[in-house]
């Protein structure tokens, strides 16, 4: 039975890209992204407007990659 995207962790998804054969560069951007993602949402870390923009780019352009990529 497949696990809904919402119950996967940070580790679930680095498996699977890493099974995936994604590089690790590429791996640790996702990393950074999610952890950044999990900090704000679920431990009340900010980020300020530059921060929030340079996020909004580096996941754009990750985006895009894995789009291809995948």
Known sequence: MARSSA???????LSHLKAAQLDET???QVRG????????????TS??????????HQTRDLIAYLEKYL
Do not use: K, P
């Open 33 to 44: 992204i999610l952890n950044i993602s999990d900090l704000v949402c679920f431990a009340g």
């Open 47 to 56: 980020r300020d407007a530059g921060q929030m923009r340079e996020d909004l």
């Open 7 to 13: 119950a996967l962790s940070v580790d679930d998804i």
């Open 26 to 28: 590429h791996r640790v």
